[in-house]
């Protein structure tokens, strides 16, 4: 039986080096290799590198292969640039992925990809094109890593971040998300700094857990959008699995594992949960660890959840200001008139 071959997009140049050390590479030529792969975004061994011969980089393309996604499309809002791609990977279902430019500021002008973990979403949140696809699948390591290594390669501005926030449910794909996560920091690949790298979640305690005890370095969101059980439990059905009680234990651990305050994703729907309650029940909730509340429209296409208005908006937040004291951010979700905005993302007519 012949050895399974090495599948780069999916390893660490440190396990490219163990597996391909027999035939010569040394951990620098692993690293170069791995530069090779995901900064120049290939689909294959290259042909030539200096100091290389090419009777070793013949060795390594027989025994290794460098997946690639297929673009089935591509397009461009043409009012904030954001760019939303569509995918195929090991079969015919298609994922999305969006490139978000980040040109205002004081800061360096820089971009950021939004990645799905899968295709699909089993949760069922009311207000999520991607909900009402679905689950289908989880997508490979090397189907995250790759949405990462394509947007870069079109990029006009360096790619600084990653959020798994597209399609599905990151904590869901636990392992392969991290994996991911792991291969896109390395120096010698995309090098994006771990403190970049944004993982979502709905709510997935025993994951979240995990995540703390693993004291990892990446960022953890958790998109909480009501703080009232009856009320969230009708928008997010996870409140039934893992009740926002758990939910708040396991942020608890997560404050004491690692120091940092927790962020909290709210979606905002006008006369669902931007109400004087929700202000107060966060602020019971709370008392133990410091947060800070990422405030972001709800972008429903059915029409069904509608954002709230500048007046709601704006009573909401200074209630969370008055009772939570917390630091409240409005989060710009760009990309609706080409459905990539957060919520927006599905590859079924109708999820849409």
């Known amino acids: 039986m012949n ?17 391909l050390a027999p035939l010569g590479v040394s951990p620098r030529i692993a690293r170069r290799l791995q530069a090779a792969v995901l900064r120049g ?13 090419p009777r070793l980089l013949d060795r390594v ?15 461009v809002d043409p009012q904030d640039g954001f760019v939303k791609y569509g995918f195929r990977g090991v079969d015919e279902r298609v994922f999305e992925t969006v490139w978000i430019p980040l ?11 939004c990645v799905s973990s899968q295709v699909g979403c089993a ?19 090397w189907e995250i890593v790759d949405q990462v290594v394509r947007a870069s390669a079109e990029s006009d501005l360096p790619v600084r971040g990653v959020v798994f926030m597209g399609m599905g449910e990151p904590l869901l794909n636990y392992e392969r998300v991290l994996r991911a996560a792991e291969i896109l920091r390395e120096p010698c690949g995309m090098a994006i700094a771990a ?9 997935v305690v025993p994951r979240i857990r995990s995540f703390a005890r693993a004291r990892l370095p990446y960022r953890l969101v958790a998109s909480l959008t009501s703080a009232i059980p009856e009320r969230r439990r009708e928008l997010l059905p996870i409140e039934d699995d893992f009740p926002i009680d758990e939910l708040f234990d396991a942020l608890a651990e997560l404050h004491a594992a690692t120091g940092r305050r ?27 660890f410091p947060v800070k509340v990422d405030l972001i429209d709800v972008n429903d296409a059915t029409g069904r959840f509608l954002p709230p208005d500048d007046a709601e908006r704006d009573a909401f937040r200074d209630a969370l200001t008055r ?17 990539a905005a957060c919520g927006m993302l599905a590859t079924e007519v109708g999820a849409r």
């Open 3 to 19: 050895a399974p071959r090495l599948v780069f997009k999916d390893v660490l140049s440190h396990e490219i080096h163990q597996a």
């Open 41 to 53: 975004a290939a689909s294959s061994i290259p042909d030539e590198m200096p100091e290389v011969s």
């Open 61 to 75: 393309r027989d025994v290794a292969e460098v997946p690639r996604l297929e673009c089935v499309r591509r397009d």
């Open 103 to 113: 040109r205002g500021g004081t800061g360096t002008p820089k971009a950021i990809v």
């Open 123 to 141: 949760l069922g949140c009311a207000f999520c094109a991607t909900a009402r696809m679905g689950f289908v699948r989880n997508l490979e390591t």
């Open 195 to 203: 403190k970049a790298i944004t993982i979502s979640t709905v709510g």
């Open 262 to 288: 927790i962020t909290l994703a709210w979606t905002l729907i006008s006369g669902r949960n931007t109400d004087e309650a929700e202000a107060i029940a966060l602020a019971e909730r709370t008392r133990s």
């Open 323 to 339: 009772h939570v004291g917390c630091p409240v951010d409005r989060r710009y979700s760009g990309g609706k008139s080409i459905r």
